[in-house]
């Protein structure tokens, strides 16, 4: 059977390919490692960010996308194309529909960029939906219904805040932290406290591991190796969860005023909407423990975790190509 649609949700951090009647057939890194010497793509996606800090000078390891947009053009065209031939099979006479999750905030030369690179990469067509809508979708909001929904999704290098009405976004706002940044303030934090080199990997272990977005009575702990940044060695310390928090604070007070300035702007009537449903918090750094509790207790308005928050917007590329009629109208870009 030939594959005419699919969706991807292009992540800074990773990338989900969804296809119609399948579902998520990919959820890879969204990593490539580039030989120096003849500058060939050697991998790509899971077998890439296994060299993350193991790879020698003749091999770069590289995330084509930055803060959600693309860094690198001829990387980014590389790895579309590795991911659409592994949901497809090999690209013959028959090109797909590709859609592609793009941040609210795109500007009309990044979004050329991206659908340039999807049609080079083998699609037939190119649709382009802002991600809070597809997050939105994804966590089965109602977004055509005539009420404001608020939803917050946390990624790996962009954090967007959007209120949604009617079909469209009323009001967003979108700030350049999420995973990523939290993950190098782990780094830092245990460089400064602890003298301890670790890399971004052991960090994002940390945060998945014991990382709380507000302190606890109960600290769990964990320990870590590293290199001693005196002696040089390798050294074993442990970690409490409170200190965890601590080392994140910047990036979550970003992302309590990101909420704090969406709510700001809000018409009234909508206000009054999101005050009773709440807000939806969707993507990965929405599995950060106690996030929901933290964004209550300080713009007390009441968050839920979207249901699987980590394929909310893949599986919202997946109903908007069931449903492109619909869609068509108000939210897609196309070529």
């Known amino acids: 059977m030939f594959v005419k649609k699919i969706g991807i949700d292009l992540g800074t951090t990773n990338t989900l390919v969804f296809v119609p009647k399948k579902g998520i057939v990919i959820n890879e890194p969204?990593?490539?490692?580039i030989s120096v010497l003849d500058n060939k793509i050697i991998a790509v996606g899971n077998e890439a960010k296994e060299m993350i800090g193991r790879a020698p000078d003749s091999i770069v390891v590289a995330r084509p996308l930055k803060?959600?947009?693309?860094a690198d053009y001829r990387v980014t065209e590389a790895m579309l194309r590795y991911f659409i031939r592994k949901a497809i099979g090999k690209i013959g006479m028959f090109k797909p529909e590709v859609l592609v999750s793009v941040p609210a905030g795109i500007t009309?030369?990044?979004?050329?960029?991206?659908i340039e690179a999807t049609i080079n990469a083998g699609a037939k067509a190119a649709y382009l939906v802002k991600e809070p809508v597809?997050?939105?979708i994804g966590a089965k909001i109602s977004i055509n219904s005539p009420s404001g929904n608020m939803i917050l999704n946390i990624g790996g290098g962009t954090i967007e805040v959007a209120?949604?009405?009617?079909?469209?976004?009323?009001?967003?706002?979108?700030?350049r932290v999420g995973g990523n940044k939290i993950d190098e303030a782990i780094v830092d934090y245990i460089k400064k406290k602890h003298g301890l080199a670790i890399g971004e990997r052991t960090a994002e272990l940390i945060k998945i591991a014991i990382g709380s977005a507000i302190k606890q009575t109960n600290e769990e702990?964990?320990?870590?190796?590293?290199?001693?940044?005196t002696t040089g060695y390798p050294k074993t310390i442990e970690l409490g969860s409170n200190e965890i928090t601590e080392a994140m604070q910047e990036q979550l007070r970003e992302i309590i005023?990101?909420?704090?300035?969406?709510?700001?702007?809000?018409p009234p009537e909508l206000c009054s909407d999101i005050i009773d449903k709440g807000i939806i918090i969707s993507g990965g750094g929405a599995l950060l423990k106690n996030?929901?509790?933290l964004v209550t207790k300080i713009t007390g308005v009441p968050c839920h975790i979207a249901d699987d928050p980590l394929l909310c917007v893949a599986k919202g590329t997946g109903l908007v190509l069931n449903n492109l009629d619909i869609y068509k109208r108000n939210i897609l870009t196309k070529r």
């Open 30 to 33: 969204s990593v490539v490692s």
């Open 67 to 70: 803060d959600g947009v693309i």
């Open 108 to 114: 009309s030369t990044e979004r050329r960029a991206v």
């Open 134 to 136: 597809l997050a939105a």
């Open 163 to 175: 209120v949604i009405s009617l079909g469209g976004i009323v009001n967003w706002h979108s700030a």
């Open 221 to 229: 702990k964990i320990s870590i190796r590293g290199r001693d940044l």
């Open 257 to 266: 005023q990101t909420v704090k300035s969406v709510l700001q702007d809000t």
């Open 291 to 293: 996030i929901d509790t």
